[in-house]
C-alpha cells in the first residue's frame, strides 16, 4: 500500500503534472486524483513531442492502466471535463467523478467578471471562486456533479463515490497518487500575500482533505520546486521576491533562443524570479516532503536541457540540488531539464553524493 501526495511548493507551475505522470508510470499507480478546478493546467511533452495540457482530470493518464479519479472537492466545468475525456480517447471503466463534487456554471464565471477579479487578482475568470462561494454560502441554486444527471447525461456512467474507491484501494494494498493544484504561495490560509492568494488551500493536508482519505495514510509526500519560480503577470497578481527578466534568464542560462512561459488559461506571459529559500523553507515546513522533486535545470544551463543522468549535469546544476538536500532537510528524488516528461529522472541517494563539487556554490 502507498498513498502519495504531490505538492507544489511556490506559485504553481512548478511540474506538478510532470511529476505525477513520471511517478504513475514508473510506480505504476492504481489510482491517480488530480484536486482543484479548471483554473489551473498541468502540461508536459509526451514521447511523441506533443503537449499536453489537462485542467481537469489528472496526468496519470500516461499510465494505461491508472484509474483516474475526480475527487468531491473538486469543482468541475462540464465542457471542459468532456473535451479532456474526448481528446484522450479514455474508455468509461477509467474515469470516475465523485457525486458530491461541484459544478462550475455560466454564472460563476459571470460573476467573476463582474466582481473584477481579473483586474484585481488575475483571476482567470474561469468561475472557480464564484462557485467555491456559492458551495460555501450552500446556495438554492448550487449543483452537485449527482444533481446534473439529466443536463450532462454523458457524466452519469462516471459518477461514483471517490473517497470511498481510494480508502477501498489503500486497504486492498494498492498504490494512490492524488495530484494537488496550483502551489503554496497561493494558499488561501498560509500565504504570506492574502488577498493575493487563490481561493483554496494549497497543502497536502487539504488535498487529503478534498478526497476524503486520512492523513495517516500518507507514505509520500512530493514538493515540487522550480529552479526559478514562477508567478502570473501583474502587479495585482501578487508579489515575488528578486523578480528577473526573461531576457536576463535567456542570457544568464546560454539559451540560444528567446525564453517565456506562459499561462495555460488565459495565455499571458508569466513573471519569473530567483529561487525563494524563505518561500521554500515554509512550504516544505507546512507539507513536511518525504521527498523532493526540482524541476527547470536548463534554467541554470541551456547544457542541461533533456540530460537524465546527474553526472552529466553541469557543476552549478548539481551543485543546486545538493544544497536545496541540505538547506530543506529532504531528500532530492526527481529532478528535470526541460518540458519534455522524457527529461524528468529520479535520483538514487548514491548517485549525488559520489558527483557533488563541495566548494561550488551556485548563484540564483
Same mark, same amino acid.
Given at each position: 500500500m502507498s498513498l502519495w501526495v504531490v505538492v507544489g511548493g511556490q506559485y504553481g507551475s512548478e511540474g506538478k503534472g510532470k511529476v505525477s505522470a513520471f511517478i504513475s508510470k514508473q510506480e505504476d499507480?492504481?489510482?491517480? $486524483?488530480?484536486?482543484?478546478? /479548471?483554473?489551473?493546467?498541468?502540461?508536459? $511533452?509526451?514521447?511523441?513531442?506533443? %503537449?499536453? $495540457? !489537462?485542467?481537469? !482530470? /489528472? %496526468?496519470?493518464?500516461?499510465? /494505461?492502466r491508472t484509474k483516474l479519479l475526480i475527487p468531491a472537492g473538486a469543482l468541475i466545468d462540464p465542457a471542459v471535463l468532456k473535451q479532456e475525456i474526448e481528446s484522450l480517447d479514455l474508455? /468509461?471503466?477509467?474515469?470516475?467523478?465523485?457525486? =458530491?463534487?461541484?459544478?462550475?456554471?455560466?454564472?460563476?464565471?459571470? =460573476?467573476?467578471? *463582474? &466582481?473584477? &477579479?481579473?483586474?484585481? !487578482?488575475?483571476? %482567470? &475568470?474561469?468561475?472557480?471562486? *464564484? *462557485?467555491?462561494s456559492r458551495r460555501v454560502l450552500r446556495s438554492g441554486d448550487a449543483k452537485l456533479a449527482k444533481d446534473v444527471s439529466g443536463e450532462h447525461t454523458w457524466m452519469n456512467k462516471y459518477l461514483t463515490d471517490v473517497s470511498d474507491e481510494v480508502n477501498t484501494a489503500i486497504d486492498s494494498e494498492k498504490k494512490v497518487l492524488i495530484e494537488g493544484t496550483q502551489g503554496f504561495g497561493l494558499s488561501l490560509y498560509h500565504s504570506e500575500y492574502y488577498p493575493k492568494t487563490t481561493s483554496r488551500d494549497t497543502t497536502a493536508a487539504g488535498f487529503l482533505s478534498e478526497v476524503g482519505v486520512s492523513p495517516l495514510l500518507a507514505t509520500q509526500i512530493v514538493v515540487v520546486f522550480r529552479t526559478f519560480p514562477i508567478r502570473v503577470s501583474g502587479e495585482q497578481a501578487g508579489p515575488m521576491r528578486d523578480e528577473i527578466s526573461w531576457e536576463q534568464l535567456q542570457a544568464e542560462s546560454r539559451y540560444p533562443y528567446s525564453i517565456e512561459e506562459r499561462t495555460t488559461v488565459t495565455n499571458k506571459i508569466r513573471r519569473v524570479a530567483r529561487f525563494d529559500w524563505e518561500l521554500a523553507h515554509r512550504a516544505i515546513r507546512n507539507n513536511r516532503p518525504t521527498r523532493i522533486a526540482i524541476t527547470g535545470l536548463d534554467y541554470l544551463s541551456f547544457s542541461n536541457r533533456g540530460v537524465t543522468r546527474f553526472s552529466e549535469l553541469e557543476a552549478q546544476a548539481r551543485s543546486f540540488v545538493m544544497q536545496a538536500e541540505t538547506k530543506l532537510s529532504a531528500p532530492v528524488r526527481y529532478i528535470s531539464s526541460g518540458p519534455a516528461l522524457s527529461a524528468m529522472t529520479a535520483l538514487p541517494d548514491c548517485q549525488k553524493s559520489k558527483t557533488l563539487e563541495p566548494t561550488f556554490e551556485p548563484v540564483l
Amino acid at each position: 500500500m502507498s498513498l502519495w501526495v504531490v505538492v507544489g511548493g511556490q506559485y504553481g507551475s512548478e511540474g506538478k503534472g510532470k511529476v505525477s505522470a513520471f511517478i504513475s508510470k514508473q510506480e505504476d499507480i492504481d489510482i491517480c $486524483v488530480r484536486c482543484g478546478g /479548471p483554473n489551473s493546467g498541468h502540461s508536459f $511533452v509526451d514521447d511523441d513531442g506533443r %503537449t499536453i $495540457v !489537462l485542467r481537469q !482530470l /489528472p %496526468t496519470g493518464f500516461v499510465n /494505461p492502466r491508472t484509474k483516474l479519479l475526480i475527487p468531491a472537492g473538486a469543482l468541475i466545468d462540464p465542457a471542459v471535463l468532456k473535451q479532456e475525456i474526448e481528446s484522450l480517447d479514455l474508455p /468509461p471503466g477509467r474515469i470516475g467523478i465523485d457525486r =458530491k463534487s461541484f459544478i462550475i456554471e455560466h454564472q460563476d464565471r459571470e =460573476k467573476e467578471g *463582474a &466582481l473584477s &477579479l481579473r483586474e484585481r !487578482l488575475s483571476s %482567470t &475568470l474561469c468561475g472557480v471562486g *464564484a *462557485a467555491q462561494s456559492r458551495r460555501v454560502l450552500r446556495s438554492g441554486d448550487a449543483k452537485l456533479a449527482k444533481d446534473v444527471s439529466g443536463e450532462h447525461t454523458w457524466m452519469n456512467k462516471y459518477l461514483t463515490d471517490v473517497s470511498d474507491e481510494v480508502n477501498t484501494a489503500i486497504d486492498s494494498e494498492k498504490k494512490v497518487l492524488i495530484e494537488g493544484t496550483q502551489g503554496f504561495g497561493l494558499s488561501l490560509y498560509h500565504s504570506e500575500y492574502y488577498p493575493k492568494t487563490t481561493s483554496r488551500d494549497t497543502t497536502a493536508a487539504g488535498f487529503l482533505s478534498e478526497v476524503g482519505v486520512s492523513p495517516l495514510l500518507a507514505t509520500q509526500i512530493v514538493v515540487v520546486f522550480r529552479t526559478f519560480p514562477i508567478r502570473v503577470s501583474g502587479e495585482q497578481a501578487g508579489p515575488m521576491r528578486d523578480e528577473i527578466s526573461w531576457e536576463q534568464l535567456q542570457a544568464e542560462s546560454r539559451y540560444p533562443y528567446s525564453i517565456e512561459e506562459r499561462t495555460t488559461v488565459t495565455n499571458k506571459i508569466r513573471r519569473v524570479a530567483r529561487f525563494d529559500w524563505e518561500l521554500a523553507h515554509r512550504a516544505i515546513r507546512n507539507n513536511r516532503p518525504t521527498r523532493i522533486a526540482i524541476t527547470g535545470l536548463d534554467y541554470l544551463s541551456f547544457s542541461n536541457r533533456g540530460v537524465t543522468r546527474f553526472s552529466e549535469l553541469e557543476a552549478q546544476a548539481r551543485s543546486f540540488v545538493m544544497q536545496a538536500e541540505t538547506k530543506l532537510s529532504a531528500p532530492v528524488r526527481y529532478i528535470s531539464s526541460g518540458p519534455a516528461l522524457s527529461a524528468m529522472t529520479a535520483l538514487p541517494d548514491c548517485q549525488k553524493s559520489k558527483t557533488l563539487e563541495p566548494t561550488f556554490e551556485p548563484v540564483l
